[in-house]
């Protein structure tokens, strides 16, 4: 069954840095999926922050463009959203999300906390 399996959340100071890692298992053409990172704050519908394709076409959502990053290693089945410049706004749980054959498939989430 396909499993996604986030890390690297945490407590950080604004204008900080984080690292989001997922990890993904149960896919068989990972190479073929669209893989994206989602976040949801406190009181607030789940919005996409940024997505890539198979063929690494990139999209981020307006409010994070220019301070986060997402990469993928298909080998071993990974996807990244590197973290720069963060402010209290971006605090909340972050999800790793892929699309398969028209059903969507979540990870658990890590809590991404910016404050002083």
């Known amino acids: 069954q396909v499993q996604l399996v986030e890390s690297g959340g945490g407590l950080v100071q604004p204008g900080g840095s984080l690292r989001l890692s997922c990890a993904a298992s149960?896919?068989?053409?990972?190479?073929?999926?669209?893989m994206g990172w989602y976040r949801q704050a406190p009181g607030k519908q789940r919005e996409l922050v940024a997505r890539i394709t198979s063929g690494y076409r990139i999209n981020y959502a307006d409010s994070v463009k220019g301070r986060f990053a997402i990469s993928r290693d298909n080998a071993k089945k990974m996807v990244y959203l590197q973290m720069n410049s963060l402010k209290p706004e971006d605090t909340a749980v972050y999800y790793c999300?892929?699309?398969?054959?028209?059903?969507?498939?979540w990870g658990k989430g890590t809590l991404v906390t910016v404050s002083s």
């Open positions: 999300n892929t699309l398969i054959r028209g059903m969507d498939y």
């Open positions: 149960g896919i068989i053409f990972f190479s073929d999926n669209v």
